[in-house]
């Protein structure tokens, strides 16, 4: 048995609808602008290949868990999003087997302080401290899953008006291409959650704001920013 100099930090793991056991979060990916309107939306192009940025997994809130204004921002933002998490991996995996990869889906949001997120984009510096802060991935619990991914709509709301609403199809790129697409820039494993875009519509949160977001079919969240 190994022997630590510290204790290690607890694992990070997420309800799994009808199930005793948790599901083991090893890493948290997250792709950019996979819906056409927030792509033109944050002055991006339709043709643009999908990209990836990554939040730690202990960046993640479950259900019930608590959701604080984060410090240093003036600007957080709302991004509802289908998150798949998967019970398999491997590398560069072909579109016709990705969805093999799927244990169940879960509904999240990448909760982004987008004034720093601009300022890094203006000078070319990297987004962890706009995407990766503590607590901006409040998550579902997850829905087992088998056969054609979800397709419904996916929607949030703050105090009780809708703010994002669209259909799952509509994403530019679909689960299967999204996780054969990372599976070349990573490994995948069990235990990886993809968050695979958001919509249109993404705004401002401000204190004491109450969210609620559901994806049809997979599941529901609601939280208040404390």
């Known amino acids: ?49 999908p990209f990836f940025f990554a939040k730690p997994a202990d960046a993640l809130v479950p259900p019930g868990g608590a959701v604080a204004y984060p410090p240093v921002t003036a600007n957080l933002h709302h991004e509802i999003e289908l998150v798949v998490a998967l019970k398999g991996g491997g590398a560069d995996v072909p579109v016709e087997k990705a969805l093999d990869l799927v244990y169940g889906y879960a509904v999240g949001v990448d909760l982004t302080r987008r004034d720093l997120q601009n300022a890094a984009k203006d000078k070319g510096q990297p987004w962890e401290a706009a995407k990766a802060f503590d607590a901006s991935g409040p998550i579902s619990a997850i829905r087992k899953w088998s056969g054609a991914p979800p397709q419904g709509r996916i929607a949030i709301s703050v105090n009780g008006t809708v703010k994002q609403q669209a259909l799952i199809a509509d994403m530019i790129w679909n689960v299967a291409e999204i996780i054969a697409e990372a599976s070349k820039l990573w490994t995948l494993a069990p235990g990886d959650l993809i968050f695979t875009g958001t919509p249109e519509g993404v705004g401002p949160l401000v204190r004491g704001d109450k969210v609620e977001g559901e994806a049809e079919g997979v599941g529901q969240l609601s939280f208040q920013v404390a």
């Open 1 to 49: 048995m190994t022997a630590y100099v510290l204790a290690p930090a607890a694992p990070v793991a997420i309800p799994v609808e009808g199930e005793t056991g948790a599901f083991p979060v090893r890493r948290v990916l997250c792709v950019g602008r996979n819906y056409a309107a927030h792509r033109r939306e944050m002055g991006g192009d339709d043709r643009d290949p």
